[in-house]
């Protein structure tokens, strides 16, 4: 299980910012111009929109009975009837392997 994100400190030469490593480096200001209220704030938005942006790209991704109807259109429309029943038997024997 991954680890929690936390809101942290990091000190880069003689400044001290707010910063997490949840979802790629990310700061949030320097403590001196952002109070610990509004750096949870911004940290708690962060955190909503690495969640969105998980949720939109794990649906982009096609399942593998979508990748092989898309494949068995397009041999069924670029090549010979012969090749596209070969190939549809191969991903059908592929979807019934366990």
């Given at each position: ?12 030469g ?6 997490t ?9 320097n403590?001196?111009d ?13 955190l ?5 942006e ?9 399942t ?6 898309l ?9 010979d ?9 191969y ?8």
């Open positions: 299980m991954p680890r929690q994100p936390k809101l942290r400190k990091k000190k880069v003689k400044s001290v910012y707010w910063f490593r949840a979802g790629g480096d990310t700061y949030f200001g403590i001196l952002v109070s610990h209220r509004e750096a949870r704030k911004l940290f708690a938005d962060h909503v929109r690495i969640q969105a998980e949720a939109a790209h794990k649906r982009q991704a096609l593998a009975g979508e990748l092989m109807d494949f068995l259109d397009r041999a069924q429309k670029h090549r009837r012969q090749s596209y029943a070969t190939r549809k038997n991903c059908s024997r592929f979807a019934a392997f366990r």
